[in-house]
Nanobody, 125 residues
Framework: QVQLVESGGGSVQAGGSLRLSCAAS????????MGWFRQAAGKEREFVGG????????IYADSVKGRFTISRDNAKKTVYLQMNSLKPEDTAVYYC??????????????????WGQGTQVTVSS
């Protein structure tokens, strides 16, 4: 079992930055590739980005590429999402998730087995 807890959400003006954290407990943190997803009000959950088990590989949605950066510190069992140049359309609840398999970085939410409770990010114009 893996438990995930996100933190770092809040309200920021457009152009600002936030860093989200996802702390894992339970199984060894490096057992799983990790992903970040978000869900805006009235919309489906969408992939934001993912990182491989040891951080050597990352992928991002086109909408955040160049603005968001995912990193991880397996010693601290924590994954981070650094969000810069935030836009009002980035407003959503952000979730971290742990993949069910140890290999690859995936974009499909169905590939992720463990989910955090989410943290709200609000960007005002």
């Amino acid at each position: 079992q893996v438990q995930l807890v996100e933190s770092g959400g809040g309200s920021v003006q457009a152009g600002g930055s936030l860093r989200l954290s996802c702390a894992a407990s339970g199984r060894t943190a490096s057992d799983y590739p990790m992903g970040w997803f978000r869900q805006a009000a009235g919309k489906e959950r969408e992939f934001v980005g993912g990182i491989s088990r040891f951080g050597g590989s990352t992928i991002y949605a086109d909408s955040v590429k160049g603005r968001f950066t995912i990193s991880r510190d397996n010693a601290k069992k924590t994954v981070y999402l650094q969000m810069n140049s935030l836009k009002p359309e980035d407003t959503a609840v952000y979730y971290c998730a742990a993949d069910r398999l140890p290999a690859g970085v995936k974009k499909d939410a169905s590939d992720y087995e463990y989910w955090g409770q989410g943290t709200q990010v609000t960007v005002s114009s």
